[in-house]
């Protein structure tokens, strides 16, 4: 399994005060989508086309964008004129020269929509390469005694289509697990022999034991500007110790 990416980051600096939302990964996607909305790499980013019955979609659900915010922790943050606000997305998948150069002018447009009730001025923008993400067996080598997962921004972990309070590492595993999967099948590479990757992993992940864990739900309303709908969001912040 293989998936690369290209991450983008912008500097924009406050025109006038306001306030960061608590939840900024809406206003990013909105602000985004706006400057895209029209070209032909929205769809591309926001709603890409995959034919009906892909085996790593559940049925009558649209793909994972081909693109995630790197946000900071949930909290409302005030920006006074003057200050700087950097905004990095990464996109999975390739990106040809013109696809490259259309995302970072569309970074450069989103200082032409308010950004609340503020207003943005766009200083400059970066482009890197990301090492791809390479998910092989288990190695033979000498696992870590303890490791601490912290989830800074909401993590949509669920079970039975409920969303968990407490965790247990082969359902941390399965989770990542899918997620990966679905985004190498889409925009990346799969290897056949993906299935018998997480049976392996998965027995691994059942002799790990959860030392402590620490986490708590959030639930809120993520509004699309573009369909003019509201979603409902919810995610669970906090700590767990294998």
Request: include cysteine; proline fraction near 10%; hydrophobic fraction near 40%.
């Amino acid at each position: 399994m293989r998936l690369s990416a290209v991450e983008f980051r912008a500097t924009y600096r406050a025109e006038t005060p306001f306030t960061r939302p608590f939840h900024e990964g809406s206003q990013v996607h909105g602000l985004l989508g706006r400057a895209l909305h029209g070209g032909p790499l929205y769809e591309r980013l926001f709603a890409p086309r995959v034919a009906p019955g892909h085996p790593f979609l559940r049925p009558d659900t649209r793909a994972p964008p081909a693109f995630v915010p790197l946000l900071a922790p949930p909290g409302q943050r005030p920006c006074r004129a003057g200050d700087s606000v950097t905004i990095a997305i990464r996109v999975f998948g390739p990106l040809d020269l013109a696809e490259r150069a259309m995302l970072t002018e569309a970074l450069m447009r989103m200082e032409a929509n308010p950004w609340g009730e503020g207003r943005v001025r766009c200083q400059g923008t970066a482009m890197e390469e990301i090492p791809p993400i390479l998910l092989s067996p288990p190695s033979a080598a000498r696992p870590a005694e303890r490791l601490a997962l912290h989830f800074l921004t909401p993590a949509w972990l669920e079970q039975d289509g409920r969303l968990v309070s407490q965790v247990s590492c082969e359902l941390l595993v399965r989770a990542a697990f899918r997620r990966l999967t679905s985004l190498c099948a889409l925009y990346g590479e799969l290897s056949p022999e993906h299935r018998n990757l997480l049976a392996e992993l998965s027995a691994h992940a059942s002799a790990v034991r959860v030392k402590e864990q620490r986490l708590s739900s959030l639930r809120w309303r993520r509004e699309s500007w573009e369909r003019g709908q509201t979603h409902p969001m919810m995610g669970v912040l906090g700590t767990v110790v294998l």
